[in-house]
């Protein structure tokens, strides 16, 4: 199990690429470093399901394209592993989200669907 978030997604999928065998199942949380690219994405972890979690307020702080990218990486991964998606809080009825949704209010709601994600 991979979970990054932010800046530690670059860091993170360079991991997943390096040790693929090691990977089962990765997170990311409104990462930096989505990668687009088909072979990259197969390259980390194979069959491996990714889950991108993304909250509010994405166009206010300038993340729309972060958060496309990480849709990109879900939907390649998704060739593999039907498992991987993009987890929109919004989307989902889950709002009021900062990019540290780990300290928000609600974050056990969150934390509940990924595990539950996880577990699947």
Known sequence: MLLV???GGSSGFTVAQAAPDLVERIVAVEPVGAPTDPQTVAEMGGDAPFMGVYGD???ERGQTGRKEATQTTAELAGETSPASTLLSLPDEGI???THLMMQDD???EIADRIISWISD
């Open 57 to 59: 307020y994405v166009d």
């Open 95 to 97: 709002s009021g989200n």
């Open 106 to 108: 609600n974050n056990g």
């Open 5 to 7: 978030h932010s800046a």
